[in-house]
């Protein structure tokens, strides 16, 4: 609890101060909030839900690169694109780089 105040407290910062955040990022969660949260967010039909690092852990070994595959091709319930299909490569990397952030050095 005290460490996520603490990711909150420096993410807020970061944000406020324009410092060091990563374009990728702030595209990544347009992206996210678009077409990914909907079922991110809360976990619907098992999606592994933002910020929790207990259903992300063992994904994230994975890394980036087969994070992002799976979520082109579909993985389980995980629709293609999130059944966007006319998001590109490089939105989905994003995404998926913004998701990985919200549960890294938790
Ligand atoms: C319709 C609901 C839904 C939407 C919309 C959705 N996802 Fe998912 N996603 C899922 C589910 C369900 C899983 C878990 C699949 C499994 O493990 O069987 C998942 C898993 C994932 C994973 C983990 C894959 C792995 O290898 O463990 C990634 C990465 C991911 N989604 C990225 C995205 C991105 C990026 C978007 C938006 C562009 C998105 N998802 C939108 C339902 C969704």
Redesign the pocket.
Known sequence: MKLYAITMLTGLVAGITGCGKDPRLEKGEA??VA??K???AQG?????IVGNIKMWGP?LE?GHE???S??ITG?????A????LD?SDE??SN??LY?MSTVENQ
């Open positions: 992206v996210f077409n990914c909907v079922c991110h619907i039909n098992g999606a592994p994904r994975q087969v994070l992002v799976h979520a993985y389980g319930l995980m629709p694109r999130a059944g966007r998001l939105n989905i995404a998926v998701m």
